[in-house]
């Protein structure tokens, strides 16, 4: 098999050469010409038949969406857009596809449309673009870790523990087969059927982090969670994609410093290695946005936002410095803001999106929130009342990252579990990690989904996962 991928026959220095090209059917005009996409790049290669050299029965099964194998020679091309193309010396249909049922036609069509047709949407240039990018952060993310000299640690699934003590999981059960387990009303027991042990869909993989940070010194995790919150938002999957870095030996500001490190790696790979799909994305949140008014349009363009991100350092303020601008800003005094805010709320998106769109127009950092919005694992303050927890907005999306310093003192965990009702001696296992060797750590949750929402310039969080998992979606 010798084909060459479009990406590649397009960036080389091809003409002249007799090449095999493999792909869809985008258009074909005048019985003439074929614009082939192979998903490597969103610019379609030119396919030029010669009039009579194909006959009628062939010529009408060149349809969108029909697959096709070609051999011919790579020439220069007179027509616009494309500065090679390729002349057809044989060609196949691989496979047909129904003009009449194909329901991708060569037009604009609306993401809430193609959320309908999910299983099919990769193939427009839009999910094209957006699913190579997810692909080259994804990379990235090993990519920058590895060099860091950080673990790979694959967290499981199904797990006993609640990570977050939010109560938000999906229960896993077995399908009840020949022995299920009872109640004593004869009914089937879900709430142990994990043989015998009530288990659920991993929320967070941080706790088994932890336990590998304490042996390895620096791991991240880069795997599937789940979270039962029925919050139908444009931010909040059932499902997404979470990475976790853990680390021993780090303070706050050293998970700060990473976190910001990292992130801007990412945004980096992205835009050294996808940079037609990005410009094809900022070109496309134009045309979106023309049907805005002025003043609702985004102010950089999407490069130009992403290279800012990368020039210039995060805010890093505290919570209760955050409070303060809130409580002191215009929009609190006109009284825009539908939430309550005083010290103690958990900041509402709305409250966030203020922070980094309207008052620092970039990405800040809030540390040090009240204890009691935060979880059991953050590190007590000497204040009595807040957390060493750190929250990574960004502007268009809100949170991004959360994170923490851990609590490494056995007591004072041990304590805030009780007083939060997490199951102390269940998470025997948790506490060794404090038992054994205990140290200053730090880690925090990147969700995979909003980065890429941030730096496609999407916005809503079901067009960046290939099959969104939300309330009510759940198709195939
Ligand atoms: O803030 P969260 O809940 O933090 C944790 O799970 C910690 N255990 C992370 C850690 O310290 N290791 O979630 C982390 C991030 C959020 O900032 C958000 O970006 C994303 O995960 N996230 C979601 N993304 C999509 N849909 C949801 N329902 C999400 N819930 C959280
Ligand atoms: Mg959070």
Redesign the pocket.
Known sequence: NNRVKIKALLAGDTIGQEVTVMGWVRTFRNNQFIALNDGSTNNNLQIVVELGQLDDATLKRITTGASLRVTGEVVASVGKGQTVEVKAKQLDILGDSDAEKYPLQPKRHSPEFLREIAHLRFRTNTFGAIFRVRHSLAFAVHKFFNEQGFVYLHTPIITSSD??G?GEMFRVTTLPATNPPLNDDGSVNFKEDFFGKSTNLT????LE?ELGAMAFSEIYTFGP?F?A?N?NTT????E?W?I???MAFYDLEDNMDLAEKFIKYIIQYAMDHNREDLEFLAQRLVEEEKQLPQDKRSELGLIEKLEFVLNNGFERITYTEAIDILLNSPAYKKKKFQYEVKWGIDMQSEHERYLVEKHFKKPVIVTNYPKDIK?FYMRQNDDGKTVAAM??LAPGIG??????QREERLELLEQRMREMHVPVEEMSWYLDTRRFGTVPHA?????F??IVLFVTGMTN?RDVIAFARTPKNCEF
Do not use: N
């Not at 929320?203 to 941080?206: A, K, L």
């Not at 949170?399 to 923490?404: A, L, Q, R, T």
């Open positions: 990570a977050e939010a929320v967070s993989g941080q982090g969670t979270r919150e919050s931010r909040h999957l059932a997404f979470m976790e870095p853990e979880s929250d990574i949170e991004i990252v959360g994170g923490s880690g925090f949750g990147l969700g989904e909003r969080i």
